[in-house]
């Protein structure tokens, strides 16, 4: 991410066990999941990741097909 307020390398995505985490890498402002801040954690459909003064909505993808025919 290349902006002003965030770290060269702030966080880092891994999936574990068909789970996707983020993971802070020591950054000056942290990294926040709904507003709370973390060192790691496991991020669900939705989730509000802020990373300095930016802001994204995690979209998992494969949630999204398993609810498809549930309705």
Not at 27 to 34: E, P
């Amino acid at each position: 991410i290349r902006r002003q307020y965030v770290s060269r390398h702030p966080a880092r995505l891994h999936q574990d066990a068909g789970a996707t985490y983020i993971e802070d890498l020591g950054s000056k402002n942290g990294v926040r999941v709904n507003a709370i801040r973390v060192d790691r954690q496991q991020l669900r459909d939705g989730d509000l990741v802020d990373i300095g003064r930016l802001r994204f909505r995690f979209i998992d993808l494969m949630a999204s097909r398993g609810s498809e025919g549930n309705a």
